[in-house]
């Protein structure tokens, strides 16, 4: 739906009257029927690709990257037992034989779900791999926990298994500490906040409230596999259930420069104000908050429009803590709302200041008089990825952030008939690697594609497309309603940051 406000006047002041639960019934359906037709679009787009992937003795996983860049990441693949019986050893390979590297998450009665760590998928493209059988290896093990301390060649990470935070995030490249330790809350500290009373904000002010942490926290479970090894927390929290608790996962990635913090809570349903955050006091010397949003970049507070919002943020993909030496990026899968260098509720700042490199993402609440549920209730769960890099630039943070946003997305194919189609195909890519395609979509003229493109370096460029034989594609400069700007050509100039539509032949 593209209106928030759909919704009763008196969803909170009356959330069990009837018309707050029609309107509410009529307003999330309008989420869930575009859940379902985004499946839809997946299985009909997959099923009309099909006839051209790779099938043969074994079965098949066909990997699709719909950005415009190569990419080597994980992702995360559910496999029936009838393609992998249960217990079955196999190895997932390319077709010249070198295997990925592939670790169990979680089981269901009819399968599992794996996270394999492909490698080298092609920009706007696909790779096919076998589901080899083979003997079993050896487990990989358990994590080994000295004082409560994790970590790899790119990091170490100092828990405090007594609030289920992050106590310290050392990073090694950098030579230097992540985490501000004159914050009041660590790293991942998961926070939930009371408010005396709903009026205050309509009053432009915020003095009743009361924030706390997590009570009775320990670690649960640890493990370590090919892709990364992991640290399960779990504590309790008002506004939770008890039993589930809140759970918080940290996975340390052995080959990438990557962290993972997967939170899993069953939130009770309140219809006093109240609202989560999860903590993320960063420090990097004269730092400063850069977020993606529509159509750019934002620095908090520097291009930001006076006058625009400043309490909190929504978040495209990514916000970066950056200086001319370093940046640390963070973003989450789920959660776009960010409050930036504080926890800024009721301050309504004109203009943006602030005096640490602080990110707090605002997870949920209930604060608002109208037009929304009352409470929010049930199991929920959310995740943050983070890194850290000597590359401070623009470029690095929006291809973290939209990678890791925009999954790689797989398809399993059972054992076949040997058609010997190609395993590998690109579209096309870019020459430079400072554009990113936002978007690619069907033009209103048969035959053709309609690509959004930015350039993301701030460097006057020149854009040229290339097919996978390395030949130059044709374009041609439109308008956002398909209307030509300028002819046909082969190379177009980008000023720094310009955003343009071009229309190319369909492949």
């Not at 359906?29 to 099909?50: H, N, P």
């Not at 040997?418 to 035959?447: D, Q, R, V």
Request: aromatic share 12%; proline share 5%.
């Amino acid at each position: 739906y593209d209106e928030h406000t759909f919704g009763a006047s008196e969803s909170v002041s009356d959330p069990l009257c009837e018309n707050s639960q029609v309107q509410w019934g009529e307003k999330s359906a309008y989420a869930w029927e575009a859940v379902k037709r985004t499946q839809m679009l997946y299985e009909t787009s997959v099923g009309l690709l099909q006839g051209d992937l790779r099938r043969g003795k074994n079965p098949t996983l066909t990997i699709f990257n719909t950005l415009n860049w190569k990419r080597s990441e994980m992702l995360t693949v559910y496999i029936d037992f009838e393609v992998i019986p249960r217990n079955q050893f196999f190895e997932i390979t390319d077709f010249q034989g070198h295997s990925l590297k592939v670790q169990p998450i979680r089981y269901r009665r009819e399968g599992c779900y794996y996270a394999i760590f492909a490698e080298d998928i092609p920009p706007m493209g696909y790779k096919t791999f076998e589901i080899v059988f083979k003997q079993p290896s050896t487990d990989t093990g358990t994590v080994t926990i000295n004082n409560a301390s994790i970590e790899n060649h790119f990091y170490k990470l100092q828990l405090n298994p007594d609030k289920g935070t992050i106590q310290s995030l050392y990073d090694k490249e950098l030579n230097c500490e992540l985490v501000d330790s004159s914050s009041p809350w660590e790293l991942g500290a998961f926070i939930y906040e009371k408010l005396g009373n709903r009026d205050q904000l309509a009053q432009y002010r915020l003095d009743d409230y009361n924030r706390t942490g997590l009570s009775e926290c320990r670690i649960i479970d640890s493990s370590n596999g090919p892709i990364y090894q992991r640290i399960l927390l779990q504590g309790k929290s008002p506004g939770t259930d008890e039993a589930f608790g809140v759970n918080l996962e940290i996975k340390l990635y052995h080959d990438t420069k990557r962290i993972e913090l997967e939170y899993a809570i069953k939130r009770l349903p309140e219809t006093e104000p109240s609202g989560i955050y999860v903590a993320f006091p960063f420090q990097l010397p004269e730092g400063k908050l850069v977020f993606d949003v529509q159509g750019g970049t934002v620095i908090s507070g520097k291009n930001q429009l006076e006058g625009t919002s400043t309490d909190w943020n929504t978040v495209q993909n990514f916000v970066s803590v950056q200086n001319n030496r370093a940046q640390i990026i963070i973003g989450s899968n789920l959660i776009p709302l960010y409050q930036l260098g504080d926890i800024n509720l009721g301050k309504f700042q004109y203009q943006k200041q602030y005096e640490k490199p602080h990110v707090y993402s605002w997870v949920m609440n209930n604060y608002w008089n109208t037009n929304f549920k009352a409470s929010q209730e049930g199991e929920f769960r959310w995740s943050y990825h983070l890194t850290s890099s000597v590359d401070p630039s623009n470029n690095l943070a929006t291809k973290f952030g939209w990678s890791s946003r925009i999954p790689l997305y797989a398809r399993v194919m059972p054992t076949g008939t040997e058609n010997h189609k190609p395993t590998e195909y690109s579209a096309f890519h870019f020459e430079k690697n400072n554009f990113l395609m936002t978007s690619c979509t069907p033009s209103k003229e048969e035959g053709y594609i309609l690509l959004n493109i930015r350039e993301i370096d701030g460097k006057r460029t020149n854009l040229r497309i290339l097919n996978e034989d390395g030949q130059t594609v044709p374009f041609t400069i439109v308008n956002a309603i398909e209307e030509k700007l300028e002819n046909e050509t082969s190379e177009h100039i980008f000023e720094g940051y310009q955003n343009k539509f071009i229309k190319i032949k369909r492949f």
